[in-house]
C-alpha cells in the first residue's frame, strides 16, 4: 500500500515535460501542473500567436496566465527530497540497446541528450547541465548525441585529432602533425569543415538551381502536355470538318449528276415515248389501208374492182406523202451508249481525285509523324549520322525557268542557250534561272547536290516565293522567303533579304544540306572525305520549304540531286 502511494505521488509530483520532480510548480488554468522554467519556456515560443496552450490538453489561453507557485505541490515535491526518495525517470528515458547512453550515469543509464566534442563524452540533460551553468564548459562543442566520439580520438597518440592533413586527406592530432605529416599542407580541421561546408554549400545551391531548371522544365512539359492535347483535339475536329465537308461535296455532287442524269433520262425517254405513239399510229393507219386493198383485190366483179382501183393509188403511197410520219429506217438507235460519255466523266474525275489525294497524303501523314514537342536533337557529327536523315529530292518542271533542262528522273537541271518548250505554268520562274523542287520538306532533312561546270546557288525556298520579276524579286536570297548559299569558283557567300554574309571552308563540287524545320536550323557542308559546315542558320520557318538552285548564266553548268540511299 505504502509503495503505491509513493508511486502516485511520484507520478502526481513530475513535470510531463522534463520528466523531472517539479520544480517551482504551477498550475495553469486547466488543471495541469508543470515547472515553472518548463511551461515558461513553452510559451515564450507561442508569443508570436498570441495563443497559450497546454502541452497534455492543449487548451488555449488569451489572455497569457499569470503563473503562481502552487505552494501545496511545493511541499508534497520536497516531502520525498526530506525522506531520501526521487521520482524515477520514466522507462522510456532510460537508454536501449540502439541509444547513446550518458557516460556519467551509473547503473541503469539515462538516454543521453547531447554529446561533447570537447570532452568526448555524452551526457543526460541532468549531467549536461555544469555545460550550461559552469563557466569553463560553455564554449565545449555540444552535438546531437553519437557514439562515434572515439572516432575523433587518435589511435596512436590517444590526442583528440583537431587537424586535417589536405595531403593525405585525414584528420590527424598535433602529434601526428609533429611527426609522419611534417610538412604536409595542414589546417585546423574547423578550417577543413568550413571549406567544406562551403563547397557543400554551393553543390547545394547549383542542386537547388538545376531542381529549379527541372521543374521550369517540367512545367513547360505540362503545359505541352495541354497544348498537344488541345492542337491534337483541334486539329482532329478540323480534319474531320474538311472531310465531312468534302463527303458532303460528294454527295452533292453525285446528287448533282444523278439528278441531271434522271431529268435526262425523262427527257429522253419522253421523246422516245412520243415517237413511239407516232410509230404505233402510222402501224395502225397502214394496217387499216392493208385490210382496204385486200378487200378490193379480193373484188371478183370486174367491173366494181375497175372502179374502186383508183383509191389504191392514195393509200399506198400515204406513207410517202406525209411529212410528219415516221419511218423506222429514219431513227439512229445506239445500243447501250446513251450515258457512257457521263461514266467515263465521272470515272476521270474519280481517278484525278485519288491521284490528289494519293500525292497529297503522303505530305500529310510525314507532317503528322515530324510533330516533335521535345527539345531540338543535336545536329549530327558525322556524314553517317547525316544520312540518316536523307531525302530523295526532285524537281518540278512546272517551276523551271525556260532556259534551264531538267533531266534524269527530275533529278537533274542544266543551263541551256535556247529556251526549252515548256508549256504555261503559274509557278514557273519567268526571269531567274532558277527551279524548286517538288517535294516540300518539313522536320529533319538531308540532302546533297553536285555541281558540274561553273558557278551556282543553292537554296531552300517558301513555295509562295514569287515568280515573275527580276532578280531582286524573286531571286533566291534577295527576300525574306529564301535562304541561298552561293557557290564560286574559289569561296562560297550567304545571301538572305540581299544581306550578304562570307561562308568559309574548303570549295568542293558537292555541297550538302541539313535542315531541322521544328528548330528553325538550316545548315551548309562542304562535302569531300570530310564534312565541313560552311554555314549555319538559326531562325523560324513558318511553312513548309522547298529545295531550290539557280545558274548564273553559263551555259552546259549541271546541277544534280545524288542519290544518298
Known sequence: MAQKRIKLEQETSSCSMCLDLLKDPVTIPCGHSYCMSCIKTHWDKEDEKKLYSCPQCRQTFTPRPVLVKNTMLADLVEEP?????????????????????????????????????????????????PHYDVAAFKNHKLVDPSNKLQENICSRHNEVMKIFCRTDQQC????????????????SAEAERAERQRKLEWSRLHIKQRIQDRENNLKLLHQEVEAINV?????????????TELSHLMEKRSSDVKQ??????????????????????????????????????????????????????????SKDSSSDSTDSSSINIRPLRYFQDVTAAVSEVRDELQEVLRDKWTNVSRTVSEVNVLLPLSEPKTRAGFLEYSREITLDPNTANTLLSVSDGNRKATSMTKHQSYSSHPDRFTECDQVLSRES?????????EWKGGEGIIAVAYKNIKRNGGWNVSGFGYNKK???????????????NKVQTPASG??????????????GILSFYSVSDTMTLLHRVKTTFTQPLYAGLCFYYNMGDTAEFCKLK
Not at 89 to 118: I, M, Q
Not at 172 to 187: A, Q, R
Not at 231 to 243: I, N, R, Y
Not at 482 to 496: E, G, P, V
Request: glycine share 4%; with cysteine.
Open 482 to 496: 529564301s535562304w541561298a548559299l552561293t557557290c564560286h569558283k574559289n569561296s562560297y557567300n550567304f545571301w538572305y
Open 506 to 519: 574548303p570549295v568542293s563540287p558537292r555541297v550538302g544540306v541539313y535542315l531541322d524545320h521544328s528548330a
Open 172 to 187: 590527424i592530432c598535433y602529434l601526428c602533425s609533429m611527426d609522419e605529416h611534417k610538412g604536409h599542407d595542414t589546417v
Open 441 to 449: 520538306l518539313t522536320g529533319r532533312c538531308y540532302w546533297e547536290i
Open 231 to 243: 492542337s491534337a483535339d483541334k486539329t482532329v475536329e478540323h480534319s474531320e470538318q474538311s472531310f
Open 260 to 317: 441531271q442524269v434522271r431529268s435526262q433520262q425523262k427527257t429522253e425517254l419522253s421523246r422516245v415515248k412520243e415517237l413511239q405513239e407516232k410509230v404505233e399510229q402510222e402501224i395502225t393507219e397502214l394496217k387499216k389501208n392493208d385490210a382496204e386493198l385486200k378487200k378490193i383485190s379480193h373484188t371478183e366483179d370486174l367491173n366494181q374492182f375497175l372502179h374502186n382501183y383508183p383509191s389504191l393509188s392514195p393509200l399506198s403511197e
Open 81 to 129: 527530497k526530506k525522506n531520501g526518495l526521487q521520482a524515477a525517470p520514466a522507462d522510456h528515458c532510460y537508454a536501449g540497446p540502439e541509444d547513446v547512453a550518458c557516460d556519467v550515469c551509473t547503473g541503469k543509464r539515462l538516454k543521453a541528450f547531447k554529446s561533447c566534442l570537447v570532452c568526448l563524452a555524452s551526457y543526460c540533460e541532468k549531467h549536461l547541465q
